[in-house]
Nanobody, 124 residues
């Protein structure tokens, strides 16, 4: 069992920044893939970014160049630095992982462990 707890969400104006954190209950270096997803009201959950335990990252086109995913294995914590935020970034943000993964993607169907989410609201 893996428990994930997100924090760092809030309300900001367009152009602002936030850093999300996701604390894991296990040694994150043992997890091949960790990812951030988001879900806006009335929309499907979509992948935002992932990072492998080798440091490979991938981003959704909509956030490329603005968001940065990273992790601190010493703290068992995943981060998402979000800069130049836009109103369309407004959503509940979730971190996700799975012990069994040996591949990584932004397909939400791959992940069995999810946090409770943290709300990000960007006003224009």
């Amino acid at each position: 069992q893996v428990q994930l707890v997100e924090s760092g969400g809030g309300s900001v104006q367009a152009g602002g920044s936030l850093r999300l954190s996701c604390a894991a209950s296990v040694y994150t270096a043992s997890l091949y893939c960790m990812a951030w997803f988001r879900q806006a009201p009335g929309k499907e959950r979509e992948g935002v970014a992932y990072i492998t335990n080798g440091g490979t990252t991938r981003y959704a086109d909509s956030v490329k160049g603005r968001f940065t995913i990273s992790k601190d294995s010493a703290k068992n914590t995943l981060y998402l630095q979000m800069n130049t935020l836009k109103p369309e970034d407004t959503a509940m943000y979730y971190c996700a992982t799975d012990r069994r993964l040996s591949v990584c993607s932004l397909d939400k169907g791959l992940f069995n462990y999810w946090g409770q989410g943290t709300q990000v609201t960007v006003s224009s």
